[in-house]
């Protein structure tokens, strides 16, 4: 199936943890994103990467830091997990950032 | 700045009736304007763009630099098309999300 893909669907960590979520699409597709979902269904970009460079960082606290080890990969690792990281992470993925984004299925990422 | 609004966070509808959900937008460019729908626990999927001209599951939405706004718009709605609905511009190289309007389609 082509498609963008996201691992793990769920996760309930500890404060204070270190995790990561990966991205995978096989649409060919030169940019990649992170976006965040909050409690209030509010979508809001994260980062951007473009041909696995960072093109765009929205004031993300830098415990996130993307990891683009090809075009058809990016990873989110967050560190020192807090509260109010409790939200649905998704990637997304398209030719160009002003084409059609195709989204992953998202993590839904619980922090206690 | 740009600036998505959509000012219902939630819209309620009989099977039917029709269905118009509001989005304006504050752009100083020639925007470019999307909407995307994410149906309960799904991903999110693109629905339509303005650029396109296109009807998907008998929705439409105009431009209208007047009043800059991109409302949806469906004649008869289902209640198949309940979900989550995100109006979204692109502007300075990212796209810009609405709040979002949540739809139910009631029987």
């Known amino acids: 199936d082509t498609a963008v893909s996201q691992t793990p669907k769920y996760l309930v960590t500890q404060m204070g943890n270190d995790k990561s979520i990966k991205c995978e699409q096989n649409l060919g597709h030169d940019t990649m994103y992170w976006y965040k979902q909050d409690s209030k269904k509010f979508l809001k970009i994260m980062f951007s990467?473009?041909?696995?460079?960072?093109?765009i960082n929205e004031t993300v606290p830098n415990r996130f830091s993307p990891k683009s080890p090809d075009k058809a990969h990016l990873n989110l690792h967050i560190n020192s997990l807090e509260l109010g990281d409790s939200a649905v992470y998704f990637c997304?993925?398209?030719?160009?950032?002003?084409?059609?984004?195709?989204f992953g299925p998202g993590t839904r990422l619980l922090v206690l | 700045a740009q600036r998505v609004t959509q000012p219902e966070k939630l819209l309620s509808v009989f099977k039917g009736a029709p269905v118009e959900l509001k989005c304006n937008y504050s752009?100083?460019?020639?925007?470019?304007l999307f909407w995307y729908v994410q149906y309960s626990r799904q991903r999110l999927q693109l629905l339509l763009r303005h650029i396109s001209r296109e009807s998907i599951k008998g929705f439409t939405a105009d431009l209208n630099k007047g009043e800059t706004s991109f409302h949806l718009k469906k004649p008869f709605a289902q209640e198949e098309d309940s979900a989550m609905y995100y109006c979204?511009?692109?502007?300075?190289?990212?796209?810009?999300f609405g709040q979002g309007t949540e739809l139910s389609v009631k029987p």
């Open positions: 752009y100083s460019g020639s925007p470019e």
């Open positions: 997304a993925s398209s030719f160009t950032e002003q084409e059609t984004q195709y």
């Open positions: 979204a511009l692109f502007g300075w190289g990212k796209l810009i």
């Open positions: 990467y473009n041909n696995k460079e960072l093109i």
